[in-house]
């Protein structure tokens, strides 16, 4: 029996696990090819080849649609401030660090508002405006997608507006998740969740749960932060044997 004042624990959803463990195996395989691609191994154009471009799309996508999803299970099952603002200390400074390790390896295109920084953007203005919303994000989801296409202006183009995602030319970055659009899928995911939070998350805890993705979707920033070191190791100890 749960102590007065107490949350009791929020139980994992395996198959939402299963789900960011997917997008994570996806990322890691992208990654892995541009890190060969880097070191000569294969030859292929990461920056303009459909291919890959559409990959990326589809791996960023999936993860802001899970981390929608997961917000809002977070809220419906009495998730602390504290809990948030520690997970989102922790995005943040992994983004820091991110920036600073890109810096160090890619001095002209470094990462400066690449997946956790938008990560934490989004969660922020989620937490202070979305969330009130409940479903109703999911009127502002679209908008959001075409915000960039019908309010881009080069006013935005300079480094210190990119985070917007208004612009009219793309920044030279490695990786590159502004607000605008990706904050719209980002709601869909949590649009969604709150449709679910009124069936008491049942159709998502329905969800097989694939036990090795499962596992790997639990533990995200850990594995995003490790997996590109060991990586880049691995292949510079090949190319240099």
């Known amino acids: 029996m749960t102590s007065p004042g107490v949350v009791p624990r929020r139980p994992r959803l395996g198959g939402?696990?299963?789900l960011r463990g997917l997008a994570i195996v996806w990322?890691?395989?992208?990654?892995f090819s541009f890190d060969l691609n880097w070191f000569g191994f294969i030859h292929t154009d990461f920056y303009t080849s459909p291919w890959w471009l559409w990959q990326r799309v589809c791996i960023v996508s999936l993860f802001l649609f899970t981390a929608g999803l997961a917000q809002s299970y977070g809220d419906g099952?009495?998730?602390t401030e504290l809990a948030f603002w520690k997970r989102w200390g922790q995005i943040a400074g992994c983004g820091l660090l991110v920036t600073v390790g890109s810096y160090l390896a890619f001095p002209h295109s470094f990462?400066?508002?690449?997946i956790l920084q938008g990560v934490a953007g989004?969660?922020?203005?989620?937490?202070?405006?979305?969330r009130r919303l409940g479903a109703w994000v999911?009127?502002?989801a679209p908008l959001a997608i075409a915000a960039p296409q019908l309010l881009g202006h080069a006013f935005f183009n300079p480094p210190l507006w990119n985070w917007t995602g208004l612009i009219t030319q793309k920044p030279i970055t490695e990786d590159y998740v502004p607000l605008l659009p990706w904050i719209g899928v980002f709601w869909v995911g949590a649009g969604l969740g709150a449709l679910l939070r009124r069936a008491d998350f049942r159709p998502l805890a329905a969800l097989p749960n694939v036990r090795p993705l499962g596992f790997l979707g639990r533990w995200p920033l850990t594995i995003y932060m490790l997996h590109q070191p060991i990586f880049v190791g691995?292949?510079?100890?090949?190319a240099h044997r």
Do not use: K
């Open 16 to 18: 939402l696990d299963s």
């Open 122 to 130: 989004m969660l922020l203005v989620h937490h202070v405006f979305g």
């Open 77 to 79: 099952r009495g998730r």
């Open 27 to 31: 990322m890691m395989s992208f990654h």
């Open 111 to 114: 990462i400066y508002f690449g």
């Open 234 to 238: 691995l292949v510079w100890l090949a």
């Open 138 to 140: 999911l009127l502002l």
